[in-house]
């Protein structure tokens, strides 16, 4: 009872914040995200009825603590579903750095979800295996279906799920995203757990609706621009209602507005296609095209920061038994 899987990390285009059902991890309203390739999560896991304890590693490390009851979550959901009870051994190995704001909790619970199902001998749909993953983490569900992928906050935990968007050819194959990576750690679910308690998440849910209603038609249109300026727009809209929690979190620093700059300066004076975008912590994502990638990069790492070029990653998937990494 052993299987291999490997999921891509997400850009959030749309992103969540907060959760109506902390357990389940089932968030307030809807969310899109485009996965990011080559950057991913590979797992290995093994239901051994022979262990008499679950063992959790990431990255060469023992996982415990608050990180451990979040992968046994999963895997519980999992040993429900299946209807076994022997004791699981799970690995898992970035090709990314993590906890600097690139979505590795959502390809680590989404590999995570599909080598767990598979091991368990569980045949399971991708929107099926997301709401597995969504237990892990909500980014989670999008890793599972892959491309541009619509979260549904639905009624129950059944409706809870990702689809895949269809989307125009040229976002699929035309979009580069500059990764520019500022290091700074930080921890997503103590800012979601105060979400609803900021003055500005009443506006933000007022008018989250609207934005995925137009990131869908602009996906479906083809419309680069019109996708990319409102995922810009998203990241500011979600950085104000975290400010203004409670703790009042400022998850950016002086390089990531570096970046803004640079980004807007390459728009505003180059004439280039070019928006930036960012998820929870400090790191961006510059969104731009085939065509104009080169310069961008160039751009963004003149900001003093390292770079990555990623392009649009596919669904979490099982991996030849060769691959496994135990």
């Known amino acids: 009872m052993k299987a291999t899987a490997t999921a891509h990390p997400i850009q959030g285009l749309v992103k969540y914040h907060g959760m109506r059902n902390e357990e389940l991890r089932m968030p307030y309203h809807d969310s899109i995200s485009v996965c990011t390739a080559p950057s991913h999560t590979k797992t290995t896991v093994e239901f051994d009825p022979d262990r008499d304890a679950d063992r959790y590693v990431v990255d060469g490390e023992v996982v415990d603590g608050r990180g451990a009851e979040r992968i046994r979550t999963v895997v519980d959901h999992v040993r429900d579903l299946a209807g076994i009870d022997h004791r699981a051994r799970l690995e898992s190995e970035n090709s990314f750095p993590t906890n600097i704001g690139f979505g590795s909790s959502a390809s680590g619970f989404a590999a995570a979800a599909v080598a767990l199902a598979d091991a368990a001998g569980m045949d399971r749909t991708h929107p099926e295996l997301s709401t597995i993953a969504r237990r892990g983490s909500a980014s989670a569900a999008r890793a599972v279906t892959g491309g541009y992928s619509h979260l549904h906050t639905g009624l129950n935990d ?169």
């Not at 689809?163 to 930080?186: F, N």
Request: with cysteine.
């Open 158 to 326: 059944y409706d809870c799920r990702s689809e895949r968007i269809d989307v125009a050819d040229e976002l699929e194959s035309d979009l580069r995203i500059v990764a520019g990576m500022v290091p700074s750690y930080k921890e997503t679910d103590d800012a979601h757990s105060e979400a609803a308690e900021s003055h500005m998440f009443d506006a933000r849910m007022a008018h989250i609706h609207g934005q995925i209603a137009d990131v869908r038609d602009a996906l479906r249109a083809g419309q680069f621009d019109r996708t990319f300026e409102t995922a810009e727009h998203d990241s500011l809209s979600l950085a104000a209602t975290t400010m203004t929690g409670p703790s009042g979190w400022v998850y950016w620093q002086p390089r990531t507005i570096e970046i803004f700059n640079a980004v807007r300066e390459l728009r505003s004076e180059g004439d280039i296609p070019v928006y930036f975008s960012v998820d929870t912590g400090a790191s961006v994502y510059v969104n731009t095209t085939a065509e104009y990638v080169d310069r961008v990069e160039a751009a963004v790492a003149d900001c003093g920061v390292d770079t990555r070029v990623w392009e649009v990653g596919g669904p979490a998937r099982v991996l030849d038994g060769g691959e496994a990494l135990f």
